[in-house]
């Protein structure tokens, strides 16, 4: 079986190669442009409420971008150094050869740039194929433990699921994870009208709507990093900089409106209204070089200098009213995929993370930029957030605190609803092997040892699968331990008995050690016997407002919730009608109840 799969991958890596071969003398931005034409071709809708052509054809959008992000990776791999560092002259060699003579045809040029897209579509198919059998082949043989592979005749493979629950389970967790986006949002819109800033101007009228709604949702995933992830109120961009957090987030959430308001909605009724994507390509680009909006084309650049001049506008706070240079730089910064940095690592084949075309949206040339509009107008910038600082960039100096601050937050979360709480408590020194426990609470008689821990949201099962080996595995362990001497020293240290209220130590009934992990995977497995929950399940618990989970105001879904066919929960909807009570707080978590409607 492992024969045919390999064989299987050799043949894909083959194809790759051979298609590769084709369009090994693109420069880095060659390939950009060529990708931002099969864009907009494929992967933005052509009407206003219809889906890509890709998606039509049964693809998913996010999966062209990784394979697009993997095809940017192979260049910097392999394009010259001197390349990297991109200026005037190599933008317009770059756009004369692979866009200027579909948006500006001229006589002659038309059939090199059809030949070159349509080796750009078979060499992104190749990587697609191969990502696509690497995901649902390769790493489903090694570590999906829900289905198996059946050998067929002609050297075949069929997949059987035989654990249909486990399935599921995968797919539920998928769920889960989509639903909490809309439940930051509708807690950012109420902390919004419930303050000052519901009565306050953004901007020009004309633009006043689309500020706002950029604002909330930057609001949004402030309240998510705070809350979930301990990210304070700054953020290192770069050694010895860092930048404000917020106006990181508003700046991305601004850019990404602009996008979607100057350049995907025209192009999508142009070509509504002209049923050819090209013209409407053409159009918009000749609209910007003759308009004041300049660059509308289907990647924009603009020098270091000229991009930090834009965004001073917003980095305007009360404390610097006329916006800071300073700030804007370390923003860009902080949002920056610096191709010469990656590419020299690769080249030197150092152990690393690659960023992704969403979590650095600012492609660094030198002392160029480059934005794609059709990733930075469409990407879930809460995601690109979470990723840029919790993946990429885990070991800023910050990241202690940040751990710390997670535990702080559910020690705040338990202490609010009654529990007796100690935080990062230290065990006698006979027992001090098993280290500082993150967390201990009791409360009705019941005693609860929490482990947290830390990390991103991830997207492949192999991943997943790493992250249950390691970290969760691991956690499990240290829990024993923690559990063991937690309850060793209530025995016989009363002032640890005094502080978390109870007289005797509790049986092992009404004992629980669960790790809260601020990722959903393996929701709800247990490791060394102990359950494994989302630090959000249990914030939502304990906060009792997991009906916002249903987008109760629309702000998701973007349809009116009184026009909707669809049941809603009630604002007064709770998981404790007889009150707040620990023992149906363990139900709640084991049971749940926290995502009964997903």
């Known amino acids: 079986m492992q024969d045919i799969l390999a064989a299987e991958h050799w043949d894909r890596l083959d194809e790759l190669d051979r298609r590769r071969a084709k369009l090994q003398d693109l420069t880095v931005l060659d390939l950009l442009a060529l990708a931002s034409l099969y864009a907009f071709e494929q992967l933005v809708p052509h009407t206003m409420l219809g889906k890509p052509l890709a998606e039509v054809a049964g693809g998913l959008v996010d999966a062209h971008w990784d394979s697009i992000n993997d095809l940017l990776i192979w260049k910097l791999k392999t394009v010259p150094s001197e390349s990297l560092s991109i200026d005037e002259q190599a933008i317009v060699r770059s756009l004369k050869r692979c866009l200027s003579p579909m948006l500006f045809p001229v006589p002659g040029l ?26 649902h082949s390769i790493e489903a043989y090694c570590y999906d433990d829900s289905i198996r592979f059946v050998p067929l005749e002609g050297r075949r493979l069929k997949i059987e699921v035989i654990d249909p629950a486990g399935k599921a389970k ?24 419930s303050s000052d800033l519901a009565h306050q101007r953004f901007g020009r009228p004309e633009n006043e709507d689309e500020n706002r709604l950029a604002y909330i949702r930057a609001m949004a995933t402030q309240l998510r990093l705070r809350e979930v992830y301990g990210v304070g109120e700054k953020v290192s961009a770069r050694p010895g900089e860092t930048a404000d957090l917020f106006q990181a987030l508003l700046s991305l959430e601004l850019t990404a409106r602009y996008f979607m308001l100057y350049l995907i909605i025209p192009f999508t009724e142009c070509v509504e209204r002209s049923g050819d994507w090209v013209a409407a390509l053409q159009s918009l680009a000749m609209e910007g070089l003759c308009g004041v909006l300049q660059n509308r084309f289907p990647l924009t650049w603009s020098s270091r200098a000229d991009k930090v001049r834009n965004t001073i506008g917003w980095t305007v706070t009360p404390e610097c009213p006329m916006g800071s240079a300073r700030m804007a730089e370390t923003i860009l910064d902080f949002w920056a995929y ?76 338990l202490a609010d609803r009654g529990f007796c709480v100690e935080l990062n408590w230290t065990p006698p020194a006979e027992q001090r092997d098993a280290g500082e426990v993150d967390v201990v609470a009791s409360l009705d008689g019941h005693l609860f040892v929490f482990e947290v821990k ?29 559990v063991q001497a937690v309850r060793l020293a209530l025995e016989s240290d009363a002032e640890l008995r005094q502080a978390l209220g109870v007289e005797a130590v509790p049986s092992m009934e009404l004992t629980q050690a669960w790790i809260v992990d601020t990722s959903i995977e393996c929701d709800h497995e247990r490791f060394s016997g102990f359950l494994k929950v989302s630090f959000e399940e249990v914030m939502l618990a304990l906060r009792d407002d997991s009906h916002l989970l249903d987008d109760p105001e629309g702000l998701m879904s973007g349809q009116d919730p009184e026009a909707s066919d669809r049941p809603r929960s009630s604002a007064n909807t709770t998981l404790y009608p007889l009150g707040f009570k620990a023992e149906r707080f363990v139900e709640v978590i084991e049971r749940e109840l926290v995502w009964a409607d997903t």
């Open 170 to 193: 995968w797919e539920r967790d998928g769920m889960k994870l989509a639903t909490l986006p809309g439940y930051w949002m509708t807690r950012a819109f109420q902390d919004f009208a």
């Open 454 to 482: 830390s990390t991103y949201l991830r997207q492949s099962m192999r991943d997943a699968w790493v992250h249950a080996s390691t970290t969760l595995r691991k956690a499990g362990l240290q829990l024993k331990r923690k």
């Open 338 to 413: 610096d191709m010469q940095t990656v590419a020299n690592r690769l080249r030197r084949e150092e152990p690393g993370l690659e960023p992704s075309l969403v979590e650095r949206p600012y492609l660094k040339f030198g002392t160029t930029l480059v934005q794609l509009p059709w990733v930075v107008a469409m990407q879930n910038n809460g995601t690109a957030a979470i990723n840029n600082l919790r993946r990429l960039a885990s070991r800023r100096s910050e990241a202690g605190d940040e751990t710390r601050r997670i535990e702080g937050n559910l020690a705040r979360h």
């Open 110 to 135: 038309q059939p090199e740039l059809a030949q070159l897209r349509l080796d750009f579509a078979g060499l992104l198919a190749a990587q697609l194929e191969l990502n696509a059998f690497q995901s």
